[in-house]
């Protein structure tokens, strides 16, 4: 298996609304991303986890809230989001430390907050 | 190239010509150098890459050129073919970064049968 597998593809939810993003890989990938990209911009990192701790937060808002349960899963819970956070979600996960890095992409959620 | 507001730089290209897509990067510790495709309602797709202590790496019709002088990096794609249409971005990794991969600005890419 040498996919990263992201769920759902898409998502519309209003501003109370709580749901979460869901990421899953078995390559045995320790290192996993979270990138937000809008519109015609590149991919900007939100968060790392490496060896399933947090290392990274790129000083995203609170209400996205990221969770690795284990290796190979990753979540972003989402809580009280604004329309202006309605992007392309993308997980990403690659082998830490090995010279080749390696990332793999999946095919994100595309989320509308209404 | 660099996206400027919300329009992408795009490369018009011919069916069977050759492709160039320039790219700056701004962090001169940078060790890793990739380039990825992305297509329409999918995830960036890894294409090739470069360490630092290279200046050119071929692939399977693509190469891959790196000016660390003047910090740019450079995709050529050879005979390009439609499936070629998408948005290419360069990335970088290395430096006080660690292994924090960073996209720059990315470049549309229109296939002219």
């Known amino acids: 298996d040498t996919e990263v597998t992201q769920t759902p593809k898409h998502l519309v939810m209003g501003m109370t609304n709580k749901k979460s993003l869901k990421c899953e890989q078995h390559m045995g990938h320790r290192a996993m991303y979270w990138y937000k990209q809008k519109a015609k911009k590149p991919p900007e990192l939100m968060f790392v986890?490496?060896?399933?701790?947090?290392?990274i937060n790129e000083s995203v808002p609170s209400r996205f809230s990221p969770e690795c349960p284990n290796s190979s899963l990753l979540n972003l819970h989402l809580h009280a989001l604004q329309p202006e956070d309605s992007a392309l979600y993308l997980c990403?996960?690659?082998?830490?430390?090995?010279?080749?890095?390696?990332?793999?992409f999946g095919s994100g959620t595309r989320l509308t907050v209404v | 190239g660099e996206s400027v507001g919300l329009h992408l730089p795009t490369l018009s290209v011919q069916e069977g010509d050759n492709s160039i897509i320039n790219c700056a990067y701004s962090n001169s510790a940078s060790d890793y150098f990739i380039w990825y495709k992305q297509e329409s309602g999918k995830g960036p797709q890894f294409i090739i890459d470069?360490?630092?202590?290279?200046d050119k790496r071929q692939g399977q019709r693509v190469t891959v050129l790196l000016n660390k002088t003047v910090k740019h990096l450079s995709l050529q794609i050879a005979a390009t073919q439609p499936g070629d249409s998408a948005v290419y971005f360069c990335?970088?990794?290395?430096?006080?970064?660690?292994?924090?991969?960073?996209f720059g600005g990315g470049t549309r890419v229109l296939v002219k049968p």
């Open positions: 470069i360490r630092s202590n290279m």
């Open positions: 990335a970088e990794i290395g430096g006080a970064a660690g292994n924090k991969l960073t």
């Open positions: 986890y490496s060896y399933e701790k947090l290392s």
């Open positions: 990403a996960s690659s082998r830490e430390g090995h010279l080749n890095y390696g990332y793999t």
